[in-house]
């Protein structure tokens, strides 16, 4: 069984080498990260879960009850962001992630590594807040019609 597969799998440590920065003196297959990403990707998907949380709040808080649930995933959020922050405090600070700071004009524009490959960094933004942005639009929409109905 073991015969049919192929055996073209690499280590951990063969693909975060592939991933790594390299400068001009580097062996010639490993290719340069231009850049990490632009603090304003992570910007947008945080704005679109606060607004997520806050057209909740517009619309949904209407008694005690449904008030506490609102109280509590908001707390829920609050938790999780923080402890996001806090883990992102490491990461920013250990010497093997460090990447050229750009502007988001050039973020767009350049190669940004990943861990499945360098991608381009439009697409990066659009993974980063496509998700975020849709169910914040989607609440606002249902949060109208919640409104209107009611």
């Given at each position: 069984m073991s015969d049919r597969i192929p055996n073209d799998h690499r280590s951990f440590s063969d693909s975060a080498d592939s991933q790594r920065v390299t400068d001009d003196r580097a062996e010639p297959g490993l290719r340069k990260a231009q850049t990490g990403v632009h603090p304003a990707a992570i910007g947008v998907a945080l704005a679109a879960a606060l607004w997520f949380i806050a057209v909740t709040w517009v619309s949904f808080a209407r008694g005690p009850e449904v008030d506490w649930d609102l109280v509590v995933v908001t707390l829920f959020f609050i938790f999780f962001f923080g402890l996001f922050l806090f883990t992102?405090?490491?990461?920013?600070?250990?010497?093997?992630?460090?990447?050229?700071?750009t502007s988001l004009r050039e973020f767009l524009r350049s190669e940004v590594g990943t861990a499945t490959g360098p991608m381009r960094g439009r697409d990066v933004m659009l993974e980063i807040a496509v998700m975020p942005l849709s169910l914040a639009l989607a609440a606002t929409l249902i949060g109208v019609i919640w409104i209107a109905i009611h």
């Open positions: 992102a405090t490491y990461a920013l600070k250990d010497p093997r992630w460090r990447q050229r700071d």
